[in-house]
């Protein structure tokens, strides 16, 4: 019982001179129980010294000199080392001193799949990161810092995963708080970082990512713009940060080639670049409505042009502008004074977007009541009260000059009701003769006799 005393002395002075990480390792090893395939490191520091790696059997055993088999499966470090000193205090060394070390764990693994060079499972080791992790399976295949990177971790109380993503291009920048130790069991997943080229550019499909990757690099790479790259138009999806969908980001794909601030995107891994070229629509009174590709300074005008110009009379054509709403919900409608912009007012054609559609429809005006012919009537230059009531055939014998009226439909729905005389017409006031305006109504009352 001498000895005992020195036993401690050395004891303390071990840990009094060991490496600062080695205390903090047995530390966090205190807990781990030894499986199958792990190998240990015991080391009999008095009375003689004495070094054995062992491996742990199938059964859970290893063999150590002088007292054969010792079960260790399921033990601590710190339990094997009171078995080993027990059993060895048993008549074959006196106060023997011993530490055990675990040297490999191989009874828990890790899993990296992927884009590595060597995927696989691999032995646990202390303080096992991602990137070391990485490291151990061979590195990236690919390009390192555009690679996604994932964790699934086993869930403890149910079937599955928690799957966490690492900003491995953080980590690699020397972000320490972005690298994740892992626990037994964890499966890394690394896959190359892609985008995605659809549309109208010469070289659709998938791509690898590289650093700074923006749209027109991405366009570029596919290839280019399969038409008139200015009046193309481009979105981007992206998935949300929930993960629960995709949304809709419009480029400025005008404003990125020209080189204006914050315009040209910097895509994620993942990202979708669409581009569709720019058209328009032309419907209604035209020689050739259709599809039409946009052009440079394309207006209103320019584009019924393209369409083969009016079917009807141009000037008494009712023109409209269908537009998406810049919240992407609904369309608007804008009003075109076809008139006007034919009248040597070039200023007021309106300049076209991409996706815009342009209604014609041919100026009709309407005429009911007392006259000998009501209907539908195609508008022509200068139609006033007294011409519509004309070509509608004239009063009945029943209409009253003086109750006429003209019924104008207003943008917000209703109507502006104006009332005419025709006899104060007739005779000679022709301020009265009111100019009708397509879509109007004449309404020829009955006269009381």
Do not use: H
């Not at 006196?94 to 055990?100: A, E, M």
């Not at 690699?172 to 109208?200: C, H, Q, W």
């Not at 946009?294 to 009016?310: Q, Y």
């Not at 009807?312 to 009003?335: P, Y």
Request: charged content about 25%; hydrophobic content about 40%; proline content about 4%.
């Amino acid at each position: 019982m001498k000895k005992l005393p020195v036993i401690i002395l050395i004891v303390c002075g071990l840990l009094a001179y060991a490496p600062e990480g080695w205390a903090q390792s047995s530390e966090d090893m205190q807990e781990y129980t030894v499986g199958a395939d792990d190998i240990l490191e015991i080391n009999v520091l008095q009375p003689e010294k004495l070094t054995v790696t062992a491996t742990v059997s199938p059964d859970g055993a290893i063999t150590f000199p002088y007292i054969g088999n010792v079960q260790v499966k399921k033990m601590s470090l710190n339990q094997i080392q009171e078995e080993i000193q027990a059993k060895l205090s048993d008549g074959y060394m006196k106060y023997p001193l011993i530490s055990v070390i675990l040297k490999e764990s191989r009874s828990r693994k890790f899993f990296v799949y992927g884009d590595v060079n060597k995927p696989g499972a691999y032995s646990m080791e202390q303080n096992t990161s991602v990137l070391k992790a990485i490291s151990i399976a061979g590195g990236f295949s690919k390009n390192s810092p555009s690679s996604k990177v994932e964790v699934l971790r086993p869930r403890q109380d149910e079937a599955g995963y928690e799957k966490t993503d690492v900003d491995i291009k953080a980590v690699m920048k020397g972000n320490a708080r972005a690298d994740i130790l892992l626990n037994p069991g964890d499966t890394i997943i690394v896959s190359e970082g892609k985008f995605f080229v659809y549309g109208d550019v010469n070289k659709p499909g998938v791509y690898s990512m590289e650093d700074q990757i923006s749209v027109l690099k991405a366009v570029s790479l596919a290839g280019g713009f399969s038409k008139n790259a200015s009046n193309s138009k481009v979105k981007l999806l992206r998935r949300n940060e929930q993960n629960e969908g995709q949304e809709t980001i419009a480029v400025d794909i005008k404003a990125a080639l020209k080189g204006s601030p914050g315009t040209d995107i910097t895509l994620l891994a993942g990202d979708t670049v669409i581009v569709s070229e720019g058209k328009v629509f032309v419907y209604g009174e035209v020689a050739k409505p259709g599809v039409y590709s946009m052009e440079d300074d394309m207006t209103v005008l320019k584009a019924i042009s393209l369409a083969g110009g009016f079917s009807k009379n141009a000037s008494s054509s009712r023109v409209k502008v269908m537009r998406q709403k810049k919240d992407q919900e609904g369309q608007e409608t804008i009003e075109v004074n076809i008139k006007q912009i034919m009248q040597n007012a070039p200023e007021k054609d309106m300049p076209l977007q991409p996706g815009d559609t342009v209604l014609i429809s041919e100026g009709k005006f309407f005429v009911y009541g007392e006259v000998n012919r009501p209907g539908v009537y195609y508008m022509e230059d200068n139609i006033t009260v007294l011409k519509a009531i004309a070509i509608a055939g004239g009063l009945s014998k029943f209409g009253s000059s003086g109750k006429v009226k003209i019924l104008r439909p207003l943008p917000a729905g209703g109507y502006d009701t104006y009332r005419v005389n025709i006899k104060d017409i007739m005779d000679g006031s022709a301020e009265s003769d009111i100019m009708l305006q397509p879509g109007d109504t004449v309404v020829v009352m009955e006269g009381l006799f």
